[in-house]
């Protein structure tokens, strides 16, 4: 299971977590990576960027995810480990 928290405290709400985890749960399910994939918010991880929004995956920490860099980034770091964990 991969675990993937979005920060959820005041600087990542302004920058678009909201907007972040829409994203997460429309490509989990577009996916269909319910049992593989667990999403979860957290509060702020001292890693704020001045742009875009902190996600943890499996405990390493990303930041300046957007909605214009997303889905390369779930391509990299959820669909590469999922592919990885299925082999």
């Given amino acids: 299971m991969i ?10 709400h302004l920058k678009g977590s909201e907007k972040i985890v829409e994203l997460f749960q429309s490509a989990v399910s577009e996916h269909s ?14 890693k704020c960027n001045r742009e875009g929004v ?3 995956v ?3 920490v ?3 995810i957007t909605p ?3 889905n390369t980034f779930f391509e990299d770091k ?5 592919s990885a964990e299925r082999a």
Wanted: glycine residues 14%; negative net charge; aromatic residues 8%.
């Fill in 54 to 56: 902190t996600v943890t």
């Fill in 68 to 70: 214009e860099n997303f």
């Fill in 33 to 46: 990576l319910e049992g593989q994939v667990a999403l979860a918010g957290s509060f702020c991880t001292g």
């Fill in 3 to 12: 675990i993937v928290q979005i920060c959820v405290g005041s600087s990542c």
């Fill in 78 to 82: 959820i669909l590469r480990s999922v």
């Fill in 62 to 64: 990303y930041t300046g």
């Fill in 58 to 60: 499996d405990g390493v």
